[in-house]
């Protein structure tokens, strides 16, 4: 059964930082990883998508990597700002793409 | 705006009703979810289905009932509400014949089973 985990479960940072969130899955048979944000009382933002072929995907200040065989993925966010603040959601599919495993989430504060 | 949405997004009701939940997607996706996100903010699937017909079905009590009526729409309806109910359901969507399988989620709807 897949499980997937999220380090740390919360992290404040002053404006203008580099960060890092943390993604382990335990079964590394994954179709794809997708990270998301969701926004207090909304609904998820799809981020980036990683194929399993592939090792990275960037957006903008946003650069997910993936490990597969190491069952990890981390999502770095260049020069953070205080509209980053929201939780961040890792999830895996397996099996064709359907069912998506999600993580617990990173709930980032990014401070003025 | 192409999008997923719900409706309602707040739902307010005694423990025993029976309540739907509607969603619909203009993506032109084959593909469609519901997924429960609890207390604990955990999300979790529940159901999909692809071109209508049932794919997935997560050991959910038999008082969840889905039903699309077509591609783009996937309603669920629940009989008998209990108190643990209460939850915020997403409905998402995606495209198998894309390749890559990316969901896109809906606002959601928060139930609360009172």
């Known amino acids: 059964k897949q499980e997937v985990t999220q380090i740390p479960a919360a992290l404040s940072v002053p404006e203008g930082e580099n960060l890092v969130l943390n993604c382990s899955f335990t079964?590394?048979?994954?179709?794809?990883l997708q990270w998301f944000r969701q926004d207090p009382g909304k609904g998820l933002t799809s981020l980036l998508l990683?194929?399993?072929?592939?090792r990275e995907q960037t957006s903008g200040r946003l650069n997910a990597s993936l490990d597969k065989s190491s069952g990890r993925s981390t999502l770095y966010i260049a020069a953070s700002q205080p509209g980053d603040s929201a939780t961040y959601l890792c999830a895996v599919s397996a099996g064709g793409g359907n069912k998506l495993t999600f993580g617990t989430g990173t709930q980032l504060k990014v401070e003025l | 705006d192409t999008a997923v949405s719900q409706t309602p997004k707040y739902l307010v009701t005694q423990m025993g009703n029976d309540k739907s939940i509607k969603c619909e997607q203009n993506l032109g996706h084959d593909t469609m979810y519901w997924y429960k996100q609890d207390s604990k903010k955990f999300l979790k699937i529940m159901f999909s289905y692809n071109n209508k017909e049932l794919i997935i079905n997560e050991t959910v009590p038999n008082r969840f009932s889905p039903k699309s009526p077509d591609k783009a729409h996937l309603n669920l309806h629940i009989n008998s509400l209990e108190l643990g109910d209460s939850a915020v359901y997403f409905c998402a969507s995606s495209s198998r014949l894309a390749g890559d399988n990316e969901q896109f989620f809906g606002p959601g709807t928060r139930l609360t089973v009172l």
């Open positions: 079964d590394s048979a994954i179709y794809n």
């Open positions: 990683i194929q399993s072929s592939q």
